[in-house]
């Protein structure tokens, strides 16, 4: 089955820290970027962040640069997002997807292997 499957989300006071992890099967994960996105009830999707498959185009969006990091261990064929310091509005759904460098980019389809169940992360003061 060609899937990816987030998890690592929880429930974290402002200022806390998780760490995310999106889990590949299916396809050769290091061939391919990665994307994490968020979603919060009634918001538009939004990138949150992504990677290439050579590392060295890390990406991320203004709203969490210098908080959160994405790396990947293709070894274990997983990308991570390190969420620290975060705050409320970074409450939402995350999801990863991964696709070729320019969909992840472009945060568009097609994509190799997308969304899975997301996982939930919900940030209180």
């Known amino acids: 089955q060609v899937q990816v499957v987030e998890s690592g989300g929880g429930l974290v006071q402002t200022g806390g820290s998780l760490r995310l992890s999106c889990a590949a099967s299916?396809?050769?994960?290091?061939?391919?970027?990665i994307g994490w996105f968020r979603q919060a009830p009634g918001k538009e999707r939004e990138s949150v962040s992504h990677?290439?498959?050579?590392?060295?185009?890390?990406y991320h969006a203004d709203s969490v640069k210098g908080r959160f990091a994405i790396s990947r261990d293709n070894a274990k064929d997983t990308v991570y997002l390190q969420m620290n310091n975060l705050k409320p509005e970074d409450t939402a759904i995350y999801y990863c997807?991964?696709?070729?460098?320019?969909?992840?980019?472009?945060?568009?389809?097609?994509?190799?292997?997308?969304w899975g169940q997301g996982t939930q992360v919900t940030v209180s003061s």
């Open positions: 299916g396809f050769t994960f290091d061939y391919w970027a």
């Open positions: 997807a991964a696709g070729s460098y320019v969909n992840v980019v472009a945060g568009s389809e097609p994509y190799i292997a997308s």
């Open positions: 990677i290439s498959s050579s590392r060295n185009s890390p």
